[in-house]
């Protein structure tokens, strides 16, 4: 995924500095800048891109499925939740796993 930035020459001069007093860029500086624009490419890293498909699809998705959350409050609810320990240790091992890369 790659963004373009517009070059400097696309904003107006008076938004164009060449030091920290806010001064006008010199008639120079202005001419070489219109002369040669220039654009900047931002390229996003394999991990940005897969971040920002996700971030797409849960804004695109219903939601959450609150029939699924339902049946877990009823089933806390009525004190019926079991977690296997087995399944649990596999859990923490995965994330464990996961994250130590």
């Known amino acids: 995924m790659t963004n373009t930035i ?4 696309a904003l107006p001069s008076s938004a164009v500095t060449n030091d920290s007093s806010n001064t006008p860029m010199s008639a120079k500086q202005d001419r070489t800048a219109e002369a040669a624009p220039q654009t900047e490419a931002v390229t996003l890293s394999d991990a940005a891109q897969t971040t920002t498909k996700l971030f797409s699809a849960a804004q695109q998705s ?7 959350v339902a049946r877990i ?6 004190g019926n939740y079991n977690v296997a ?3 649990l240790a596999q859990a923490m091992a995965t994330v464990l796993k996961a994250t130590s890369k």
């Open 62 to 68: 219903d939601g959450v499925d609150q029939a699924m």
């Open 73 to 78: 409050r009823n089933t806390l609810a009525s």
């Open 6 to 9: 517009p070059a400097l020459s």
């Open 85 to 87: 320990p087995e399944d």
